[in-house]
Each structure stands twice: as structure tokens, then as C-alpha cells.
């Protein structure tokens, strides 16, 4: 994998990862995908990097237009259409001049719309259109326009599920996802937050010339927290503590009160689910062992037990053991 041609690419805190891990994984897919004209599908929670992740995509494709970017969430839904396609001079009452679309405006570019979940579906069949035949017209016009663009989209939402929920339809999903890169969330890359926070650091001495380092606790505690707000939410908290405090060393006392309640809470969830599981393997074995020794007399067996008939023959189905009768 090229990872100083990516590295020279885009430089961002998304991109810190340890050898091996998830991310790199990521780095060979936008490396592969990069050069192809083919629409591509980027799929992940909200602040794992989906942006970044174009930046650099469109870096590494080298096409000579321009990358254009718009979040759909953001555009009221009667306005979608004119953003996309423009319109000709007179095309509706204040049509004034002829305007360009963003599809235009990427021309020989790439087009990132992100959050493409959020399309009304009177709008999907267009977009569809201008994906596979790279042709389409502005508002108010019958000439066809070529499009040149490279479309690439984002989304935080389950498309499959706004497909099975009438939402978004299924030909359009089919023809942007081909190509698919999908960006695990900061709870399932844990191991890179040691290096994420070096990094934010390292970004903080260079803008402000403020050198810190951060206690090993203070780690500790990150790697314990959930990251609702994935790698965002860490710069975040990052930053704040390092513009806030006069020490050169970043503790535990450094972090906001709402911070280690939560990761507090996280803590007990993580640990509840671990004893409920070695409590059920537990359960599980303990079955097991007692069905055996009565020789699946399920009536002996439950009575040791002090449960029902019932009780038991339904942990027997949950824990598929097997009840071998002699």
C-alpha cells in the first residue's frame, strides 16, 4: 500500500492509525478506488471522517476540476432540484439569469453529496438518470447537458433500511454503492487513540506553540469512554482542555465533569455485559453437567435445580445442549 502517496495526499487526524488496524484497511480501499470514474458510497457514523475521507479520495484521483461539496440535510427539499441541475433564465418567477447546478460546477471534479439519504424520492430518479447515462438538463430546458463529474456520496443513515422502509429506492442504491467504503466508528479503533492524541497535540504545538504532554490516566479513562461523537468529539475535548489550562501535563483533573460521569456509566454498562455473559456461560455448563448426570431426565434435573419442567427445557433450547436419554 502507498501510504506516503496518501500521506502526501491529505494530512488529517482520521488518518493517525496503528499498523494493521481497521484504518489501514480503509487507506488500501481509497488508494484502489481513487482513480476510478465510478460513483462510491462512504458509510459511517457522524464524525468518524467522511468528509476527509473525500478530500483525500479526490486528491489522489487527480482530476483537473474541482471538488464541490454540499450537505443535502441542509438544503430545504423544494430547492434540491435547482441545486443540483440550475435552471435557464426564466425558467420559474425570479429566474432572472441562468445558473449553474453543482453537477455543472464539478464538471471534469468530483461531486460530494453528503447525507444522500436525506434526497426526497422525487429526486432520486433524476440523480439516477444522471449517474448512468452522464447526461441531464437544467430547470426549465430541454437541452441536454453531458456531465464530466465524478459523483461520490456520504451518508450516517442505514440505506438498506430506508429502502425496506420505502424511502430510498433500490436501483439508485445499487448504482452508488458498487464501490463502498465503510468507516468504523472511534469505539471500534480504540487503538488508535494513544496516536490520535499525539497527533492533536502535535497540531496544537504548531498553531499555538503549546507544548503539552498527557497523563497516562487521562488515556486510560479515553480508552474506557464510548465516543458517541467518534474522533470529532476527541479533538473536541482535546482542544478545549489544551486552551484552557496553564500546566504543560493534561490530567485526569483536566477532564470535564460530564466526561468521566459518562465514561463512569460506559464503564459499569461494559462490565455488566461481561459478567451477564460469564454468568450465562456459567448457567450454560451448570445445565449441561446436571442433565448429563440424570441421564436427561429433565423431571430429576429440574427439581436439583429448583426450576420448572418448563424453565429448563427452554434454557436447554436457548444454550442448544444437547439431552442425551440412556
Keep these: 500500500m502507498g501510504q506516503n ?61 474541482k471538488l464541490v461539496s454540499v450537505n443535502l440535510s441542509a438544503i430545504p427539499h423544494d430547492l434540491i432540484e435547482n441545486e443540483l441541475f440550475g435552471h435557464v433564465k426564466g425558467a420559474f418567477t425570479g429566474a432572472d439569469t441562468t445558473t ?25 430518479i433524476k440523480l439516477l438518470r444522471v449517474i448512468q447515462d452522464n447526461e441531464y438538463e437544467k430547470i426549465g430546458s430541454n437541452k441536454t447537458i453531458k456531465s464530466t463529474a465524478r459523483f461520490i456520496f456520504a451518508t450516517s443513515k442505514d440505506l438498506e433500511l430506508e429502502m425496506k422502509k420505502k424511502r430510498f429506492r433500490e436501483d439508485l442504491y445499487y448504482r452508488i454503492s458498487t464501490f463502498h467504503i465503510h468507516l468504523p466508528s472511534l469505539r471500534e479503533r480504540k487503538e488508535d487513540i ?51 489550562i496553564n500546566r504543560e501535563e493534561i490530567t485526569i483533573e483536566d477532564l470535564p465533569e460530564e466526561f468521566i460521569r459518562n465514561v463512569d456509566i460506559d464503564h459499569k454498562i ?43 427445557q427452554y434454557k436447554i433450547k436457548k444454550y442448544n445442549i444437547k439431552v442425551f436419554k440412556t
Design 270 to 312: 461494559i462490565e455488566y455485559k461481561r459478567k451477564k455473559e460469564e454468568l450465562q456461560e456459567f448457567e450454560k455448563n451448570l445445565i449441561k453437567e446436571i442433565v448429563t448426570y440424570y441421564q436427561g431426565n429433565l423431571y430429576k434435573a429440574s427439581r436439583k435445580l429448583n426450576i420448572s419442567r418448563g424453565a429448563i
Design 194 to 244: 494513544p496516536l490520535l492524541v499525539e497527533h492533536f497535540l502535535w497540531m496544537i504545538k504548531q498553531q499555538y506553540n503549546k507544548k503539552l504532554k498527557i497523563h497516562s490516566e487521562v488515556i486510560d479513562k479515553f480508552l474506557e469512554y464510548h465516543w458517541p461523537g467518534n474522533v470529532r468529539e476527541l479533538e473536541n475535548i482535546i482542544h478545549r482542555i489544551a486552551m484552557t
Design 5 to 65: 502517496k496518501i500521506e502526501n495526499a491529505f494530512i488529517g487526524a482520521t488518518f493517525v492509525y496503528t499498523p494493521n488496524g481497521k484504518m489501514s484497511k480503509i487507506f488500501e480501499l481509497i488508494e484502489k478506488y481513487a482513480p476510478l470514474p465510478n460513483p462510491l458510497l462512504i458509510t459511517g457514523e457522524t464524525g468518524t471522517g467522511k468528509e476527509q475521507i473525500v478530500k483525500m479520495i479526490h486528491a489522489l484521483s487527480k482530476r483537473p476540476g
Design 100 to 124: 449553474e447546478g453543482l453537477i455543472e460546477k464539478a464538471s471534469y471534479g468530483s461531486l460530494f453529496l453528503d447525507e444522500i439519504g436525506e434526497i426526497p424520492l422525487q429526486y432520486q
